[in-house]
């Protein structure tokens, strides 16, 4: 049986751009899994807002995103990408949120470079370390990779906004040289700058595709053409459940009755009709033992 990192290593490997919606909660993650999607990410943004009603400022600890990601890996069968921020502390700390999320059973742990609290990337305020730290960050997630941590490194760098493109592309070049698996680059501010990160950068990279953010708004073909390996869309489900919520509550405070899903197709997503397919079968047999 293939682990969630050989799942992911095969999928990355293919050559083609992978389009990869991200969730919040184990349901979310089984309908990214039933649409067909061959690989989710559990987006801190959407998890901070679903988990705890806050923003994504570092208010949410590595122990909720941990126990959020036991439960997102264990309902689905394809590979989950796991947002780790900071590494929620020093080069140790780094470490152990690397074996933690590997146990989890991840696929892939995204280790970034901000300045505690962090903050999304496409708001302001945020700030970085300096470039040793942002590196020992890396290396110390490599190693816990390199020493049994069954999982892949993605290396994220929010420096464009602080420090200007060069500083980012340098610190991209150096997260591969340290042995990341994949490079992401947030808020490229124009279809130049993704064109450069791509071509000078080696590896697996990553685009965020977010609506009306800092980084220009591609379909896949166009960013597989540029040379991304993942398109993530970061806040798409989230955006619509609470859009979807939002007009329930008034169609409901109207005196109406929104037009949704009904009960026996929540059923059947929730996983009720295969539950009681197994009971059934369970109770069919005449177990009297030996």
């Known amino acids: 049986m293939t682990s969630p990192r050989q799942q992911l290593e095969r999928l990355l490997s293919g050559g083609r751009l992978l389009p990869m919606p991200c969730c919040y909660d184990a349901l979310t993650a089984s309908l990214v899994e039933r649409a067909g999607f061959q690989l989710t990410f559990m987006s801190g943004f959407a998890v901070s807002a679903a988990r705890l009603g806050l923003p994504d400022t570092g208010l949410i600890s590595y122990g909720e995103m941990l126990d959020q990601g036991r439960n997102i890996c264990g309902r689905v069968k394809i590979p989950v990408i796991g947002d780790a921020d900071t590494g929620y502390g020093n080069e140790l700390n780094v470490k152990r949120t690397i074996a933690g999320y590997a146990a989890a059973g991840f696929a892939c742990a995204m280790i970034e470079d901000q300045l505690l609290p962090k903050r999304c990337g ?169």
């Open 122 to 290: 496409h708001t302001q305020g945020k700030q970085v370390v300096e470039r040793r730290e942002a590196l020992s960050r890396i290396k110390a997630a490599v190693d816990a990779r390199e020493e049994g941590a069954d999982i892949l490194i993605m290396a994220r760098t929010d420096a464009r906004a602080t420090h200007g493109l060069e500083e980012a592309l340098d610190r991209c070049r150096a997260f591969a040289d340290l042995g990341a698996d994949i490079i992401f680059l947030e808020a490229p501010e124009s279809l130049s700058e993704m064109k450069r990160f791509c071509a000078e950068i080696p590896g697996c990279k990553m685009a965020n595709m977010l609506k009306n953010g800092r980084i220009p708004f591609l379909s896949p073909p166009e960013l597989e053409e540029m040379g991304f390996t993942i398109a993530a869309y970061p806040l798409t489900l989230l955006s619509a459940a609470v859009s979807a919520m939002q007009g329930a509550l008034e169609a409901l405070k109207g005196g109406g009755y929104p037009d949704h899903l009904d009960f026996a197709g929540l059923r059947e997503i929730t996983g009720f009709n295969e539950y009681n397919r197994q009971e059934e079968r369970y109770r069919q047999k005449n177990y009297t033992g030996v």
